[in-house]
């Protein structure tokens, strides 16, 4: 289980729930929240279609507790297409 809460206007703390739970802030800047959606979905939505992306290529203890969004791609070159395919 997923769960996003909007901390501000540009942080979120992500709960993924798998067995045992681990927290994530993450930053989300709007220039790159409009790239990706065109703001047809919410942040909360971004984030968590971006955690279910990383959840199928790596445990939850692999991913970086502290991020901004936009380094996913750095790791996953394929992430902005998937996303904006969703």
């Known amino acids: 289980?997923?769960?996003?809460?909007?901390?501000?206007e540009k942080q979120f703390i992500v709960k993924v729930e798998e067995g045992t739970a681990k927290d994530y802030?993450?930053?989300?800047?709007?220039?790159?929240?409009?790239k990706l959606t065109g703001g047809?979905?919410?942040?909360?939505?971004?984030i968590r279609k971006s955690f279910e992306f990383l959840l199928e290529r790596e445990p939850k203890e692999s991913i970086l507790s502290k991020f901004n969004l936009k380094v996913i791609s750095n790791y996953f070159p394929e992430y902005e297409k998937v996303i904006k395919s969703k």
């Not at 289980?1 to 501000?8: A, G, R, T």
């Open 1 to 8: 289980m997923i769960v996003v809460e909007k901390k501000n």
């Open 25 to 34: 802030l993450i930053t989300l800047d709007d220039y790159y929240y409009q």
């Open 40 to 46: 047809k979905i919410t942040k909360e939505e971004l």
